[in-house]
């Protein structure tokens, strides 16, 4: 074993030195203990990835499964950053504090180490898997990769059915014993449709340390079921651990494999017009197979080209009103997206807003409408100049925010109400844009004559209304 690692390490000085431009460390932490170590190619490609080693939360495995691969993503123009983290012992803000601040560090340094700030993913293996998959589905949005690697991960935190001592050593024993703190944190529980991040899985069938099943092949079932991007790859042996090592039997595949999902991933451009995509189920897809690359923002993303980058926030169910059954502003995703810096934003919520249960709330849509567009736009809170007296110091408003009206309730499913929608939703929508000189797409009349456009529920569009949905906004947005 000890021959295999110093092959290992002396590949690793001779390759890295032909492929990598530089190499340096960082300390994450003022007392040295956490690192991030750099490794920045000669010809980069805009890509970055952070390295989260295993090691059960117990040791950081860093050869194989962090250092050996600089040398391949180096090839590839791949800026590379292994994190050495602090191990939890009971205390998992530790781990997850030091992977988060060194995403951090390589998005701020983006633009000196020839990196697109909107390409920085992460991977992980093992325990350093389940770390990876825990950022990408807990981190706050300027900390969450854009990309997802997860070598054979631990994702359960029920030591039941997974690896006994990351379960331990991530939580602590007494953390073990409190369900909704193991539930918090076997991802495959935490996945967001919409906002975790693509993922690919990397395991071999014999692993017998962390159960494939129960922890991988758990966490693409539920990408999966949410309509997420994942891809999986289950080699028929290599048991655990094989990392980038030369002796998996199936390496070279697994490059190439990995290699074609990174070369395939579409990324925007670090100076792409950013379009927000905020509503409720219509926007988020509902009934709609794989919405993420089908439901009306991903079309729109496809029909609007490669200059804007669109990204959907919808949640379905969710109503504008703050006292409705489930405001959209009480969720993760409004959170996102004022995050994302939106230089457009799309809203169209109102829909579930004219169920009898919420509407008995309808005088205050105004100003939860208000709400929203002036926490997006904070300018807008501020008294109007009167024409003529424009201040030298203004700066520019950002960003556009566009209303979209509900398209037609053709069936009261659910309660929904399209009287409510007319006569009292859309007249409000129509008042506010006025107030603060915003444009309004009127989808309610557009599909006044399309019941062929949605699906049997009378509510949500179908392929065919999503896409129509997305030639209108295409046909606006072009024409502003």
């Not at 089908?294 to 006292?323: C, E, H, I």
């Not at 807008?380 to 037609?408: E, R, Y």
């Not at 309660?415 to 409510?420: M, T």
């Amino acid at each position: 074993m000890k021959n295999k690692l110093l092959i290992v390490l002396l590949l690793i000085v001779s390759l890295v030195q032909a492929q990598t431009a530089r190499k340096f460390t960082l300390d994450l932490t003022d007392d040295g203990k956490a690192q991030m170590v750099c490794f920045l190619p000669t010809t980069p490609s805009g890509k970055a990835i952070v390295g989260v080693p295993g090691g059960g939360y117990s040791v950081l495995s860093n050869t194989h499964e962090g250092y050996l691969a600089s040398e391949w993503l180096n090839d590839q123009g791949i800026a590379y950053f292994v994190v050495n983290y602090r191990l939890p012992y009971g205390d998992r803000t530790l781990p997850m504090g030091d992977v988060e601040k060194g995403i951090r560090i390589v998005r701020d340094s983006a633009t000196v180490w020839g990196i697109n700030p909107h390409d920085v993913g992460i991977m992980g293996f093992s325990a350093g898997g389940h770390l990876a998959s825990v950022i990408s589905t807990h981190a706050d949005f300027a900390v969450r990769p854009d990309f997802t690697i997860l070598f054979y991960p631990v994702i359960s935190m029920d030591e039941r059915v997974t690896h006994k001592w990351s379960c331990r050593n991530f939580l602590g024993e007494e953390g073990q014993k409190n369900p909704a703190l193991v539930r918090e944190f076997s991802t495959d529980k935490a996945v967001r449709r919409h906002l975790t991040p693509p993922a690919i899985i990397i395991m071999a069938n014999d692993d017998r340390l962390v159960p494939p099943v129960t922890n991988g092949v758990a966490y693409y079932s539920a990408m999966r079921n949410v309509g997420n991007e994942c891809t999986m790859y289950i080699y028929p042996t290599g048991d655990h651990g094989f990392g980038f090592g030369t002796w998996f039997k199936y390496h070279d595949q697994m490059l190439t494999d990995l290699g074609n999902w990174l070369k395939a991933r579409k990324t925007p451009k670090p100076d792409a017009v950013k379009v927000a995509c905020i509503g409720n189920s219509i926007t988020d897809g509902h009934g709609i197979d794989v919405a993420t690359q089908f439901g009306y923002p991903a079309l729109l993303q496809q029909m609007l080209g490669d200059n804007y980058w669109v990204k959907n926030f919808g949640v379905s169910a969710r109503t504008m009103l703050n006292k409705g059954d489930n405001p959209y502003m009480n969720e993760m995703a409004w959170k996102d997206a004022v995050a994302f810096n939106p230089d457009i934003v799309i809203i169209k919520l109102g829909t579930n807003d004219s169920k009898p249960q919420n509407w008995q709330y309808g005088a205050e849509f105004k100003n939860d409408l208000k709400q929203m567009i002036t926490t997006l736009r904070p300018d807008l809170a501020q008294p109007q100049k009167k024409k003529g007296k424009k201040s030298k110091n203004v700066q520019p408003a950002k960003p556009q925010i566009i209303l979209c009206t509900p398209i037609p309730a053709f069936k009261s499913t659910w309660n929904i109400n399209d009287s409510i929608i007319a006569n009292s939703i859309i007249p409000i929508q129509q008042e506010v844009a006025r107030e603060y000189g915003l444009q309004v797409i009127d989808l309610h009349t557009l599909f006044a004559d399309k019941s062929d456009f949605v699906q049997s529920d009378g509510i949500h569009p179908n392929e065919k209304g999503v896409k129509r949905m997305a030639e209108i906004i295409a046909e606006t947005l072009k024409k502003e």
